[in-house]
């Protein structure tokens, strides 16, 4: 009998660490923060549910009909993919509407759970910066990140009037501040700029984002997340457009484009420096680091793992290539052609990603994986 009780003592003894995280897991999770009762979104057409479609959608049309939106919603709704974006699984995961977009207010939508600001092709710095350069003619949209943030508080007054009000309002929300600068650097990129020339924008963008950041926290903001740039060297639309018949340029892990995602991890490790020097200028806000790159470049390493069984290089969606990538033939253009499996690829048209793909970048992020320091728990 002593031989059986010391037995159990000793299994005790080896669960008694593993029982005491759990507790503590648990603990951690009731005693959280309030969860989110209202999400804001400010950024380009990772997130836009419908800004850009309802501005006129001069420069990119298509999104205004299938197949964008054939997965979920069945129907164009001006979201750039197949179906939901990661600010709807935010959304979801905390039990909240989707993100009606700005411009569609005045319609009677209820905004008291949040709204979107973000806009297809918007840029974190203003037009002025790329009309100097002589890129004007490119961008598709004028909103730009400053543009977002005055409608932001344009809507503020509609929110809450006093301090106190304000501070209660924003102490149970969520601002998502992108992610927002790529488009800066596919424009240049798009039209021929070099790498080396295009490092010399990263502080100027990322100075921009952080303005809008600490312009936030200054409204009584006080949980914010910032995610950082995709792999872009891992697009359908680079790898077509910068194709080399150099090996080298390959990353062999991934078959990815080595020289961009290195670009992409630059501007990112920038954005992260600059978000601490933020921590310390703010210690009373939660400044939030979404690892987009991180949570993405996951399903080039282990596609199959993640229910990507067709080329991850691929779009679902294109007019044909090596990668169904053709500027001529975009996705919704004559000439292009969807796939009858968007859930099975990691790309949608060549720039934006597929639903799915969207769904497992947000769940790194809810989960903690991928967010630093993490989300409140939805639980």
């Not at 995961?93 to 949040?114: E, S, T, W």
Request: proline letters at 5%; hydrophobic letters at 40%.
């Amino acid at each position: 009998m002593s031989g059986k009780s010391s037995s159990s003592t000793a299994i005790i003894m080896k669960l008694f660490p593993l029982l005491s995280f759990l507790f503590f897991t648990l603990g951690t999770v009731l005693s959280s923060p309030q969860r989110y009762e209202s999400i804001f979104n400010f950024g380009d057409s990772l997130s836009d549910t419908g800004n850009f479609l309802l501005s006129g959608a001069v420069a990119f049309p298509v999104i205004g009909k299938l197949p964008y939106g054939v997965t979920f919603f069945q129907h164009a709704t001006g979201r750039c993919s197949d179906g939901r974006l990661v600010v709807d699984f935010i959304a979801e995961a905390y039990g909240l509407p989707y993100l009606p977009p700005y411009l569609a207010i005045d319609n009677g939508h209820d905004f008291k759970h949040g709204v979107n600001f973000a806009v297809a092709g918007a840029t974190a710095l203003d037009p002025q910066f790329f009309k100097e350069l002589k890129l004007e003619s490119l961008l598709w949209t004028k909103d730009s990140l400053s543009i977002q943030l005055g409608w932001f508080k344009k809507l503020k007054s509609s929110l809450c009037t006093t301090k106190q009000d304000c501070d209660n309002y924003f102490k149970k929300s969520l601002f998502l501040v992108g992610e927002i600068g790529g488009n800066d650097y596919n424009y240049a990129f798009f039209v021929g700029g070099s790498i080396k020339k295009l490092r010399a924008f990263v502080p100027v963008v990322v100075d921009a984002i952080t303005k809008a950041t600490s312009a936030l926290i200054e409204e009584g903001v006080v949980e914010l997340v910032v995610p950082g740039n995709l792999p872009i060297g891992c697009s359908a639309a680079y790898m077509t457009l910068f194709q080399s018949p150099n090996k080298a340029d390959y990353d062999p892990k991934n078959g990815c484009l080595k020289a961009f995602n290195s670009f992409a991890k630059y501007h990112n490790n920038q954005l992260k420096r600059a978000l601490e020097m933020l921590r310390q200028k703010y210690p009373h806000a939660r400044i939030i680091y979404a690892d987009y790159y991180g949570a993405a470049i996951r399903f080039f390493h282990a596609p199959r793992h993640y229910g990507f069984f067709n080329s991850t290089l691929t779009a679902c969606c294109g007019g044909g290539g090596p990668y169904n990538f053709n500027n001529s033939a975009r996705c919704g253009h004559i000439g292009s052609k969807a796939c009858n499996n968007p859930s099975a690829h990691v790309n949608w048209d060549g720039i934006h990603l597929t639903e799915a793909s969207y769904r497992h970048i947000a769940k790194g992020l809810i989960s903690g994986l991928f967010s630093t320091p993490p989300l409140s728990s939805p639980l």
